[in-house]
């Protein structure tokens, strides 16, 4: 949507990442806290290899969704807008996260929603992607 470079927080990737497992993910203990909802890799080797990936604006890129990625901090005094978009097959499924590393992010969605859409208790995670997502081409099997 605009020019983005290190000094406006562009995306940064680590090559390569992908071909592992997915990591556990938390809150970075950072000074002065994070968004809510910005949750990070809590293991991953830093000497890793990092590439800052310079847009301009109409640039779309495409990854792996196990690819550690993530943005810097805007150092400017304007804004940072991208679009993020998510794709999966209509034939995907929705895995159970229960007793996993995903398992605290399930609940702070459904907390979310609980209290964005006023029903407490009344819709799990299935039914939160269920009802945001898009079919784009094809036929709507699970999720």
Known sequence: MEHIDRN???LVVLPGTHKGTLKPHDYPQWEGGVNIM??????YDKNNARVHLVMEKGDTVFFHPLLIHGSGQNRTQGFR????????????????VTGTS????????????DRFY???????????WRFRARLVRGQRINL
């Open 8 to 10: 406006n927080g562009c």
């Open 38 to 43: 910005y949750h990070g890799i809590q293991d």
């Open 81 to 96: 807008k991208a679009i993020s978009c998510h794709f999966a097959s209509s034939s995907c499924h929705y895995i159970d």
């Open 102 to 113: 995903q398992e605290n992010i399930e609940k702070e969605v459904v907390s979310i929603a």
């Open 118 to 128: 006023g029903m407490k208790g009344g819709f799990s995670l299935k039914d939160i």
